[in-house]
């Protein structure tokens, strides 16, 4: 009995011992990030993917790219090419490599010499030669497929040890853009060479070897992935030594974990119950992502070939009320298909304001005081458009405000979309996410005629003109000429409503005030190369 | 002795063989095919075919059955379907981590649940009887997985004092060897094990209470109507005619005798624990078997599935088996049974 005794209050006092917060912070703890991610990575290899969460856990962490995009500067930055020029009327792209750059060095791999041209034509011809020997190593590459990349360059040469020569199949301005962006990552030549004379080449997208910040150190699926920071990293690295993603699929779990301190940073938390996270030292940040979402009309079908029409149907819908509704006022009302962050962004838009009887009226006009239409609604939700079927419900009563009697039809995503291809529906909900920074990026998949063709055009919409205009803007390098085009390309789409742009949506994060350096940049993923940690004293001095 | 012995065990392999008639047949009834759910190697890779020669899978029914039997005893379990990993190295990483929790939570039932439960019976019917009682009422009807989600809110988010998921905080750079954390640590090359092992005993401390609670007061109310009935026994009357104070009648000749009766319900405490441990490890993202299987289910990998259903069967006969012997060896009473 007595023994018992003892041990359950030894027990207890064990328990109650590990109750105490800590004062002092463990090394480890202040030289380490945890950042709760949304959930697994595909793959480490950033090529072989368009989704988010393997974007964020990958790209700029552990590769770096030929070129950067700087987001404040909006222009395009030296990163692994120190500089480039364009030859031969811009169908041709010289390349000149930094010298001096590592890649990583790990348990698995030691590399033997530096980043040079061999690497660029390797990780280039990855995804564009069908006959190398690591095309079908991973299969496909959706980025490159659906810019169209793979099929604008013709080959990758090498100059010389340090040169390389881009050549493409005809100029196009939207290249460089496309070279900026996270899918364009920089792979070793070396370690791939190893890998297949060890007969073992599906590795190099399990155990990555890039010159990012950061080196690869272990996955464990559904648990979490540790990076340790790149010690010879060629420009200004990170000021911690651990980057770990805890994997945390639950949006609730991940608004938990940051407040209990478990993780330093998360994406994605709810935006219904951001007012829980309003503590003193939790900071949340958001920025307008280049996103729209939008209410395309089928202009193939009477009466929305008339722009009369969808001009009506537009004033009739309270956009603002949707943006609180839905959003719970995390966007903002979109007046362009393009966001106001784009360059080419035009200010002067027309603004559809909710006018129900300016509405009506024009409806008179266009003959059709009694309407019947239907609204798809997608079932999934998207950054840029949280809840779909609930917008559509909303945008029903606006209708029936104005004499329209609107059935909202809904299908399986994948159905959804297949049908939407053959141009089943009369109007639909949907939205576009942008990958790059050039402003072709919204235009050409979503509105140009040959889309019409492939599917990407929810409206059916050709219009010779605004087409007209789109190619001359992706011909020229000239960024104020290309400004012009895609004004009056805007303008165009004022006039014509192929469809109604609703919101620009915010992309959420929250983080711990000790976190510093976390970028969050506007086309691509999260990006950890200059966080670093401050202790609590630090903190207190700031 | 030997007789029960060599019964129980009879018995133990007669449960066993089936069982994995049972996970053998589940490769049938999932949907796909039999060696892919068996092995992870799906019908298009390269490797199927010989791997398809080697399970027998044009053979009779019988044949293919030894074939598994001998695989599965040669740690043979095949490959996850979502993740490529051999399942069997994954599984006693993923059970000791369950371990972990389960004993601990056991260990702690025990210690308050026997303890409060004798203390009740010499009580009985007094005032601190009746508190105590309702207490177990209430505690055994109180669902975990609510119960976790209210300790979480007052413990983690209201005061701050515990974190809520997973074995220790990543930072600390614990690579899993055995599974359990506490060993790992020890194991482990790190610099910090002290301050790395009071983390992982914070990471502990809500999963295991939680998960205790049920058996506690099971238990309690277990041991305190059992230490009752024999306290009205007449040799315990005759006990404290001898002179006997009262401490000495309870530990030398009231609780023995009731621990008899008590423990055997421990089997059946240890498959609630096993039970509800898939929750607490959902909850609280343990990186255990429960948690494993849940997923597994999701994702439906089904080599995994069948080995968390064989490795938690598996579990609790092998406990019933010890708990049984235990008793056999300890009671005469039993063995006469």
């Keep these: 009995m007595t023994k018992a005794f003892s041990l359950l209050i030894s027990a207890t006092t064990i328990l109650l011992s590990g109750c105490e917060p800590s004062t002092e912070e463990v090394t480890p703890l202040s030289e380490g990030i945890i950042y709760c991610s949304e959930g697994n990575p595909d793959t480490f290899n950033p090529q072989l993917v368009t989704s988010g969460t393997t974007v964020d856990a990958t790209a700029a962490q552990l590769y770096d790219r030929l070129i950067d995009y700087d987001a404040e500067k909006q222009a395009f930055v030296p990163a692994l090419a120190e500089s480039w020029e364009p030859l031969d009327n811009g169908t041709r792209y010289r390349f000149y490599l930094r010298e001096g750059v590592e890649f990583h060095s790990t348990d698995y791999f030691s590399p033997t010499r530096e980043f040079n041209a061999e690497d660029v034509r390797f990780s280039f011809n990855r995804w564009l030669d069908e006959t190398s020997l690591y095309h079908n190593v991973g299969g496909s590459y959706p980025f490159f497929s659906a810019t169209g990349l793979d099929k604008l360059i013709q080959k990758v040469v090498k100059v010389d040890e340090m040169t390389v020569d881009i050549v493409l199949n005809n100029a196009d301005s939207s290249f460089l853009a496309n070279l900026a962006t996270d899918f364009a990552i920089i792979l070793s030549a070396e370690y791939a060479q190893l890998l297949s004379v060890k007969d073992m080449p599906y590795l190099i997208d399990q155990k990555p070897i890039g010159t990012g910040p950061y080196r690869f150190e272990s996955f464990r699926k559904d648990v979490l992935i540790r990076y340790t920071k790149h010690p010879d990293y060629w420009r200004e690295g990170p000021g911690i030594k651990q980057l770990v993603y805890s994997i945390t699929p639950n949006a609730n779990k991940r608004m938990l974990k940051l407040v209990t301190g478990e993780c330093d940073i998360i994406p994605y938390p709810l935006i219904s119950e951001l007012q829980a996270l309003n503590r003193d030292d939790i900071i949340v940040t958001n920025e307008v992502s280049p996103n729209v979402s939008f209410w395309a009309f089928n202009t193939k079908r009477p009466p929305f070939d008339d722009p009369l029409v969808r001009q009506a149907l537009s004033h009739a819908i309270n956009r603002q009320a949707i943006i609180d509704t839905i959003y719970y006022g995390n966007a903002e009302l979109a007046r362009s298909i393009l966001p106001p962050t784009s360059w080419a962004y035009d200010n002067q838009g027309i603004q559809y304001d909710y006018n129900p009887e300016k509405a009506r009226k024009l409806l008179e006009e266009a003959g059709h005081s009694e309407l019947s239409i239907n609204i798809w609604a997608m079932p999934v939700q998207r950054v840029y458009n949280p809840n779909a079927r609930r917008m559509a419900e909303l945008m029903q009563s606006d209708l029936a405000q104005v004499g329209v009697n609107a059935r909202i039809v809904s299908y399986e995503w994948n159905t959804f979309r297949r049908r939407l291809s053959r141009g089943e529906h009369d109007t639909v909900l949907i939205g576009w996410y942008a990958d790059n920074a050039d402003p072709d990026n919204f235009f050409r998949p979503l509105l140009s005629c040959a889309a019409v063709a492939t599917g990407g055009n929810r409206a059916n919409w050709c219009h010779p003109g605004f087409d007209q205009l789109l190619y001359e803007a992706i011909a020229t390098t000239n960024a104020n000429e290309r400004k012009a085009l895609y004004q009056s390309a805007q303008h165009i789409l004022n006039q014509q409503l192929p469809l109604l742009p609703i919101a620009h949506s915010r992309r959420y994060q929250a983080q711990k005030k000790s976190v510093r350096g976390v970028q969050l940049p506007p086309y691509g993923g999260i990006n950890f190369r200059l966080a670093t940690k401050v202790t609590t004293a630090e903190e207190s001095e700031q | ?337």
């Design chain 2, 1 to 337: 002795m030997i007789r029960y012995l060599s019964s129980r065990l009879f018995v133990f392999i007669i449960a066993f063989f089936l069982l994995t008639v049972f996970t053998f047949s589940l490769n049938f009834f999932f949907p796909g095919d039999p060696v892919t759910n068996m092995t992870g190697v799906r019908t298009f890779s390269d490797y199927y075919p010989v791997i398809s020669e080697i399970r027998g899978a044009d053979k009779n029914i019988a044949f293919q059955y030894i074939n598994y039997m001998q695989n599965l005893l040669s740690g043979n379990w095949g490959a996850s379907l979502s993740s490529g990993d051999y399942v069997f190295e994954h599984t006693y990483q993923h059970l000791f981590a369950s371990l972990e929790l389960i004993v601990g939570a056991l260990v702690l039932a025990v210690l308050i649940g026997v303890l409060s439960g004798i203390f009740a019976a010499t009580q009985f019917r007094g005032p601190i009887d009746k508190g105590v009682i309702s207490l177990a009422m209430a505690g055994y009807s109180i669902p975990v997985f609510w119960l976790a989600q209210l300790l979480i809110l007052f413990f983690a988010v209201k005061l701050d004092w515990l974190p809520i998921t997973g074995q220790i905080n990543p930072l600390y750079g614990i690579a899993p060897q055995s599974g359990s954390i506490l060993i790992d640590i020890v194991i482990s090359d790190s610099d910090y094990k002290a301050a790395a092992l009071q983390d992982a005993l914070n990471h502990l401390i809500l999963p295991v209470i939680i998960l205790s609670i049920m058996p506690m007061m099971l238990l309690l109310r277990l041991m305190r109507n059992a230490t009752q009935e024999m306290l009205q026994k007449p040799y315990v009357k005759a006990a404290r005619a001898r002179g006997l104070n009262e401490f000495q009648v309870l530990i030398k000749h009231a609780v023995p005798n009731a621990t008899q009766s008590v423990l055997q319900q421990v089997p059946l405490i240890f498959s609630l624990l096993l039970s509800n441990s898939i929750v607490i490890e959902s909850i609280f993202n343990w990186p255990g078997i429960g948690n494993w299987l849940v997923r597994a289910i999701f994702e439906r990998d089904f080599p995994v599935i069948q080995a968390c259903v064989l490795i938690i069967a598996l579990t609790i006969l092998l406990f019933n088996l010890v708990v049984d012997l235990y008793r056999g060896w300890r009671f005469p009473i039993v063995r006469q049974e």
